[in-house]
């Protein structure tokens, strides 16, 4: 694996050179450099420090690694591959994502999944170990997101206007969310046996990279939302 290091690069002159080249790539002193990773096919990138707003925006296939933080609009519109955060990220991570998977450690802010969706054998998958902001999952049309809440600072594991919009995929919370107030437009129970045996198959990979108990990780309560197709968002803009 080639190491350069990005600490006093232009994020246009370090993306350039992640272009020219298909080897995997190690990059140490990254601060805030935008859009790295970008179209990224099959490698493997790893990123010491913080990188800048899109990290892996349309991936298609890369595997990239952040030992820290990333700001906004992780994985933005991504096709394929896997995004391993050991750390916390910004807002709006997952835009319009369409595959490949999310995987965060510890915090999301605010919009995570906004616009997610699913094609055919295409499911698209976000993981976050802490909390997440409001607007959680807003719009989304597919997909799934999964909200642990393994970090306890007394703050609810969801902020205010989850699932707003929300038509399509699915959402699990580790927790009874007896605090979190929910939309008309979606149905929030708790799941059942087949449910915790689906949440199980996509924590797996999670918490093997997270090197978590995957037994104490499912001991506890978890809520599914999914929309309500007897009260559909539409029916908000729809005349009867």
Do not use: W
């Not at 990290?55 to 990333?70: C, H, S, T």
């Not at 976050?128 to 609810?156: C, K, N, T």
């Not at 809520?223 to 005349?239: C, E, G, I, K, L």
């Amino acid at each position: 694996m080639r190491s350069i290091y990005a600490g006093d690069m232009d994020f246009t002159v370090l993306n350039e050179l992640l272009r020219e080249t298909d080897e995997d790539m190690e990059l140490e002193g990254c601060l805030g450099q935008r859009f790295i990773g970008a179209g990224m096919g099959k490698r493997k990138l790893r990123i010491h420090g913080v990188p800048g707003n899109a990290l892996g925006a349309y991936l298609n296939g890369a595997d990239i690694e952040v030992f820290g933080n990333a700001q906004d609009a992780v994985g933005d519109t991504m096709n394929a591959g896997r995004i391993l955060i050991h750390g916390s990220i910004g807002d709006t991570a997952g835009y319009a994502m369409r595959g490949g998977r999310i995987y965060v450690r510890d915090n999301a802010g605010y919009r995570t999944g906004i616009h997610m969706k699913a094609y055919q054998e295409h499911v698209p998958v976000i993981v976050i170990g802490g909390r997440a902001g409001s607007f959680l999952g807003e719009y989304q049309a597919g997909g799934v997101l999964i909200v642990l809440g393994l970090h306890e600072d007394g703050r609810p594991i969801v902020s205010n206007y989850p699932c707003t919009g929300m038509h399509g995929g699915k959402l699990f919370l580790r927790s009874r969310c007896e605090d979190v107030l929910f939309p008309e437009q979606v149905t929030a129970r708790a799941a059942s046996p087949e449910d915790r045996e689906e949440l199980a198959g996509y924590l797996e990979e999670y918490c093997a990279l997270f090197g978590l108990d995957m037994r104490a990780v499912m001991d506890a309560p978890f809520t599914v939302v999914t929309p309500d197709s007897a009260n559909p968002y539409r029916q908000m803009y729809v005349a009867n």
